[in-house]
């Protein structure tokens, strides 16, 4: 669930960055999937343990980066509409560290 909160959230934040720099409307439908799935490519991996942990880290670490940046950049210069457009990448990242140290156990 937060997961499916955190993309859709992000999802708006980064077709609007895009479209604040010039790409085709196309182009900004298209970039935020390309983010979100980094991201899901890398935390699947990470869960699932398959996969070598530098490289899973390295995508979603990248992936959570970039959904960040974009919520960030699209929000009111305040410090308060900032949080609040940065939570969704935050909440994925906690979600994810939650779920790999439950494995772990």
């Known amino acids: 669930m937060v997961a ?3 993309a859709v959230a992000s999802f708006s934040h ?13 182009i900004s439908y298209l970039l935020p999937l ?6 899901v490519v890398g935390s699947v991996a990470l869960v699932d ?3 070598r942990k530098g490289i899973a880290w390295f995508s979603f670490a990248f992936g959570v980066v970039a959904s960040l940046a974009a ?23 906690l979600t994810v560290e939650v779920l790999l140290q439950r494995r772990k156990a």
Do not use: C, H, K
């Open 4 to 6: 499916i909160v955190a």
């Open 34 to 39: 390309s983010v979100d799935g980094l991201i």
């Open 14 to 26: 980064m077709q609007e960055v895009a479209l604040m720099a010039g790409q085709s409307e196309v």
């Open 71 to 93: 919520n960030v950049l699209s929000a009111e210069p305040n410090i308060l509409s900032r949080s609040v457009a940065a939570w969704p990448a935050v909440a994925l990242l």
């Open 49 to 51: 343990g398959a996969t």
